[in-house]
């Protein structure tokens, strides 16, 4: 279980850094500025603590399933829980995107391989 926990930190913040540089692609599209250092380690140490939820024991062979849900619990506290988010369509949609198709997508899937062979990716 320490292993699994380890692993899924690990995958976490790599993941987030899938997301960082999907936002830093992102928001020159929308006129915003950069991702700042700030955010950038706020961004990982989030994704670490949501790729916890890999550890329980659903839908292990599915981990793309795993990712999308995991992904989507994160968008949706980070818009009902935190707050940190005004809630319009654009965001809704860029969320979505980074936090499922970049963070969630990239982290499940080096779980899945992590766990799931002999320690080699």
Same mark, same amino acid.
């Given at each position: /279980?320490?292993?699994?926990?380890?692993?899924?930190?690990?995958?976490? =913040?790599?993941?987030?850094?899938?997301?960082?540089?999907?936002i830093? $692609?992102?928001?020159? @599209?929308?006129?915003? !500025?950069? %991702?700042?250092?700030?955010?950038?380690?706020?961004?990982?140490?989030?994704?670490?603590?949501?790729? @916890? $939820?890999?550890? @329980? %024991?659903? @839908?292990?062979?599915?981990?793309?399933?795993?990712?999308?849900?995991?992904? =989507?619990?994160?968008?949706?506290?980070?818009?009902?829980?935190?707050?940190?988010i005004?809630?319009? %369509?654009?965001?809704?949609?860029?969320? $979505? /995107?980074?936090?499922?198709?970049a963070?969630?997508?990239?982290?499940?899937? $080096?779980?899945?391989?992590?766990? /799931? !062979?002999?320690?080699?990716?």
């Amino acid at each position: /279980m320490l292993r699994n926990i380890t692993i899924a930190l690990g995958t976490g =913040f790599i993941g987030s850094i899938a997301n960082v540089v999907a936002i830093y $692609l992102i928001n020159p @599209l929308q006129g915003l !500025s950069q %991702p700042d250092h700030i955010f950038i380690y706020k961004q990982v140490f989030w994704g670490g603590l949501w790729a @916890l $939820l890999y550890c @329980l %024991p659903f @839908l292990k062979q599915r981990w793309f399933i795993k990712g999308i849900a995991v992904g =989507f619990i994160a968008s949706l506290c980070t818009f009902f829980v935190f707050q940190t988010i005004p809630v319009t %369509p654009i965001n809704i949609i860029k969320a $979505l /995107m980074v936090n499922i198709v970049a963070w969630g997508g990239c982290s499940s899937f $080096l779980f899945y391989k992590a766990t /799931m !062979s002999d320690n080699t990716l």
